[in-house]
């Protein structure tokens, strides 16, 4: 299994210098991806902005999206901001997509939020058909869907390479993979959907990683105080998750930092290089 880490675009005091400093620091570390979120109604840098400044200084590692809100964005202007990415990262992006689950965003973005299962299934085909090779997007390119209705599931096994999970322990991952393999093949797709995972972690400051999470989840109730409670806060906690995760099968894990501190990434490639 491949061990990515996330790049802090929301999380609060991640300034462009950290930024592109911890780009820096993961491309040279023992990690094979550095990935972004997506928000509109948050403090935070917009995910393909952060990866275009990430792709100007890294080499090695992927680059990807975590997932990005395409219903947000015009069709047109998501398959232009992805394929600039991978220009300007050598074909280094993984494009994964989902329609987000907080409302504020549509009503910021001024879309109605009623249509976006609808017009994110007409995203990704336009992305895979004839319409997305004009913007340098199809065959070679890596695409992503999340999602845990029936509904995203098939959307993931028509249109794409694989399934991008939205987090939590990894017996909730393997049963979300478990639904993702079995979409695809009931969609006759040869072969298996390539399936990555995320998690949440903070090695110093477990205090500060929790708040940011609370808030960052707040439209959840009391759900947030879970997922804060489950932030990965020392080096036996990351390493019993990875493999938790690969015994479930995942292809690829991004471990999300919730503390904008550049040791976090040293700390971590530790961790995993341990």
């Given amino acids: 299994m491949r061990v990515g880490i996330g790049l802090p675009n929301t999380t609060p005091g991640a300034e462009g210098a950290l930024l592109l400093e911890w780009a820096r620091r993961a491309d040279a570390g023992p990690f094979s991806s550095l990935a972004v979120l997506d ?3 948050y403090d935070s840098v917009e995910p393909f902005t952060a990866l275009a400044a990430a792709a100007a200084v890294t080499w090695r590692v992927r680059l990807a999206t975590m997932i990005v809100i395409g219903p947000l964005r015009s069709t047109a202007l998501l398959a232009k901001q992805a394929a600039s990415v991978q220009a300007i990262a050598g074909g280094r992006l993984t494009l994964g997509l989902a329609v987000g689950a907080r409302l504020d ?3 910021v973005a001024g879309v109605d939020h009623r249509r976006r299962g609808v017009r994110l299934s007409e995203q990704l085909a336009y992305l895979r058909g004839g319409a997305g090779h004009a913007h340098g997007i199809g065959d070679g390119f890596e695409l992503l869907a999340g999602g845990a209705s029936g509904a995203a599931l098939a959307r993931m096994a028509r249109y794409t390479d694989g399934y991008a999970h939205g987090g939590g322990p990894p017996r909730a ?8 393999r079995a979409a695809w093949s009931d969609f006759g797709r040869a072969g298996q959907p ?14 500060r990683g929790a708040a940011y999470l609370r808030d960052y ?26 493999r938790g995760y690969e015994a479930a099968g995942c292809d690829e894990l ?13 700390r971590l ?3 995993i290089a341990g």
């Fill in 254 to 266: 991004i471990l999300l930092p919730t503390v904008a501190d550049i040791a976090e990434v040293d």
């Fill in 39 to 41: 928000r509109v109604a």
């Fill in 194 to 207: 390539q399936l990555w995972g995320q998690g949440y972690f903070a090695l110093d400051g477990a205090e």
């Fill in 105 to 107: 965003d549509y009503e």
């Fill in 269 to 271: 490639a530790e961790v």
């Fill in 217 to 242: 989840y707040a439209f959840t109730g009391g759900f947030a105080e879970k997922i804060a409670a489950a932030n990965l806060t020392s080096a036996r906690a990351v390493k019993d998750f990875i």
């Fill in 173 to 180: 991952f393997a049963a979300a993979a478990m639904k993702a």
